[in-house]
C-alpha cells in the first residue's frame, strides 16, 4: 500500500511538472510572439545592435529590423522648461534600409517635438527589405531621463 501511494505520489508529481513545462513552454511562446510583433509597435530612442540575419533573407523579408536608430536630441527649451512629450512619426523605410517621406503624424504637446523627431527618423537605417514599407513610431520625450 506504501509503494502504491509513492508511486501515485510520484505520477502526480510528473504530471505536475509536464504542466509546468507545458504552461512554460506557451509563455515562451507568447513572450516570443510578442517579440516578433513588438517592432513594428515599439519606440526605439537608442541604438540598437543588428539582428543577426544572412542578407538574402533579410532581402526576401519586409520585416522592419533596425540597424541603427540614434536618439532625438532634447530641445533645450523644452528642457530648461520641464516639458516631456510625445511624437508620432510616419515614415517610409526603402528597400535599402534608409528612411524617408517623414511626417509628423500626432505630437503631444504640439511642434515642440516634431523638428528633433523628424532629424532623428530621417537618420535611422534599417536593414535593406524587398519592398518599401510604411511604418508608423511614436517617440518619447521625458527631460528626466
Do not use: C, H, M
Not at 47 to 74: K, M, Q, V
Not at 83 to 89: A, H, K
Not at 95 to 115: E, I, L, M, Q, Y
Amino acid at each position: 500500500q506504501q509503494a502504491a501511494q509513492q508511486l501515485a505520489a510520484q505520477q502526480a508529481a510528473d504530471q505536475q511538472a509536464a504542466a509546468q513545462r507545458a504552461a512554460a513552454d506557451r509563455a515562451a511562446a507568447q513572450r516570443a510572439a510578442a517579440a516578433a510583433a513588438r517592432p513594428a509597435a515599439t519606440t526605439p530612442t537608442q541604438n540598437t545592435p543588428p539582428a543577426a540575419t544572412t542578407p538574402a533573407a533579410s532581402a526576401a523579408s519586409t520585416e522592419l529590423r533596425p540597424i541603427s536608430t540614434p536618439a532625438p536630441r532634447f530641445p533645450p527649451e523644452a528642457y530648461r522648461n520641464g516639458t516631456s512629450g510625445e511624437v508620432q512619426v510616419e515614415f517610409t523605410v526603402g528597400t535599402d534600409g534608409s528612411v524617408s517621406n517623414a511626417r509628423v503624424v500626432r505630437a503631444s504637446p504640439p511642434r515642440v517635438f516634431d523638428r528633433e523627431a523628424l532629424s532623428a527618423v530621417k537618420r535611422w537605417r534599417f536593414q535593406p527589405i524587398a519592398a518599401p514599407v510604411t511604418t508608423r513610431r511614436t517617440i518619447g520625450f521625458n527631460p528626466g531621463g
